[in-house]
């Protein structure tokens, strides 16, 4: 059974970023709501 769309909430997003040849400027923060489903990142990511 798949929860949150198969999304895998365990990802080091940053990291991955970082290993695709990027530099990312990334933020992280629980904006409002269940706090199980309420964790985002945003920002941006610059070839490196």
Known sequence: MKIAGGCHL???????LEAAGFKPQVQSRYIPGPRIFSYHFWGEAVAA
């Not at 365990?10 to 991955?16: H, T, Y």
């Open 10 to 16: 365990n990802r080091d997003i940053p990291a991955l």
